[in-house]
């Protein structure tokens, strides 16, 4: 599209306005079967029923019909591990094995511009095969890392959030920054790329195994310095995990109390797995706004626990949500799988996860915990142009359940069980079409 070019997409349109009560609540999202979506620079400038918007739009716009898909906002996940696509599928017995055997060694390499360069190259042609548009990244340690996955994100102008891990003990060498070069290099990449086209950058402490007070001082002051940056780190993931971090910090009343002595609990602090917490704690979340990240596919692959989802969110103080990947010691990049598996758990605990559940759960629920609902996970006016064209019917099974799918539901549903990045039709970033380069 050139600066003043409008494209309007024909398509049937889904988008939720908050999150379902039931699979009967219409009123939580806006379903237009036959829907008109005008875009001009990046962004949605009209979405209704296509007769009105064709009828508003200019007479030289573009018009693209993706009839019969589903034209939904793009997908968002909320935490991934950028440098750990080559340890995806590592076999291993538990997370702390896992990092240890696979993924610091792994994350060695990330020192190597070159190599770090190639690897974004892969990371972000994954998120465009399977409709995630949004990512939430750890790079590694090395600040080249960060700026690799920046420049792949500038490149295809992409919204992203990511940060050059913190992390000074715990792990090998090649590992390990300092408290004073882990604040310095932060700093820098603040500098150099918060800001800058759509990129946001999250303040990274690893998770406090691998970090010592003083790199946690570190991290507060950044934190301060910076209150409208995201912070992502990990929390109560694995059994194991809590009673080391406990024996480290043996001051603090639990895990999540070391990150609140450092001032780190906030509605912009996204906490990865915290599958075992206490009522205590869940309050502590709950008051300060933060947000448990739940990683279905990791959670089951690791063996770490099945994440109460339902139960945190029906609580007197409920606890905000998110989910995600977990690249690599999730086994998907696809954000339907995760929502399947996400099912499933709830299943287990004896709860229920119904289709609108997740479909708002990838796109609005997400966007909401990251607090950019203004500008993601929505095809409200004004909004990104973020998109994810969804086929049901991708595959011979696919089509052979469509034959008896009489329901929105019914279809979401179908997506979310069989569906994988042979459902995306295709995928729009600020408007663009995009394909994978390699």
């Not at 538990?94 to 690897?119: G, Q």
């Not at 194991?240 to 002595?261: C, G, H, N, Q, W």
């Not at 990104?384 to 099974?397: E, G, N, Q, R, S």
Request: charged share 20%.
């Amino acid at each position: 599209m050139t600066e003043t070019s409008k494209t309007l997409l024909r398509g049937r349109l889904l988008s939720f306005r908050r999150a379902p009560k039931s699979l009967t609540d219409t009123d939580s999202y806006f379903y237009q079967p036959d829907g008109g979506l005008l875009i001009e620079d990046g962004l949605i400038v009209g979405c209704g029923d296509y007769d009105s918007v064709k009828a508003a739009a200019p007479a030289d716009a573009t018009e693209i019909d993706h009839r019969p898909h589903l034209i939904m906002p793009g997908f968002i996940d909320t935490h991934m591990h950028f440098p750990q696509m080559q340890v995806i599928g590592s076999y291993a017995g538990n997370l702390l094995e896992w990092l240890n055997t696979y993924t610091f060694p792994e994350e060695c390499r990330f020192v190597e511009s070159a190599h770090a360069a190639r690897i974004a190259t892969h990371f972000f042609d994954e998120l465009i095969r399977n409709g995630t548009t949004t990512p939430v990244a750890y790079c590694s340690v090395h600040k080249a890392s960060a700026d690799a996955f920046f420049t792949e994100a500038t490149r295809r102008n992409m919204r992203v959030i990511a940060g050059k891990v913190m992390m000074d003990r715990h792990a090998p060498q090649g590992l390990l920054d300092t408290p004073q070069l882990g604040y310095d290099e932060t700093r820098q990449v603040i500098s150099d790329w918060h800001g800058k086209g759509r990129n946001h950058v999250a303040i990274t402490p690893r998770f406090a195994i691998t970090s010592t007070p003083a790199q946690m001082e570190a991290v507060q002051a950044l934190a301060q310095e910076f209150p409208d940056l995201h912070i992502q780190t990990h929390l109560s993931e694995n059994d194991d995990e809590i009673r080391y971090t406990l024996e480290l910090f043996p001051d603090a009343i639990d895990y999540t109390d070391v990150y609140a002595r450092y001032g780190l609990l906030s509605p912009k602090t996204l906490f990865g797995h915290a599958i075992h917490l206490s009522e205590r704690e869940m309050d502590a979340l709950s008051d300060s706004g933060s947000v448990a990240v739940h990683c279905p596919t990791s959670n089951l692959f690791l063996g770490s626990g099945l994440f109460p989802m339902k139960a945190l969110m029906r609580r007197e103080k409920p606890v905000r949500i998110s989910t995600a990947t977990d690249i690599g010691g999730g086994t998907s990049y696809s954000m339907l799988k995760t929502m399947d598996e996400a099912y499933k758990i709830q299943q287990l605990l004896g709860e229920r996860l119904n289709p609108l559940d997740s479909f708002f759960a990838i796109t609005r629920g997400n966007a909401e915990a990251l607090s950019l609902p203004d500008r993601i996970g929505t095809l409200d006016v004004g909004s990104d142009a973020d998109l994810v064209i969804l086929d049901a019917a991708a595959t011979p099974a696919m089509a052979l359940k469509m034959e008896v799918v009489n329901t929105l539901h019914e279809e979401l549903f179908l997506l979310q069980t069989l569906g994988d990045d042979r459902s995306i039709a295709e995928t729009y970033v600020a408007g663009q079409a995009m394909k994978a380069k390699l």
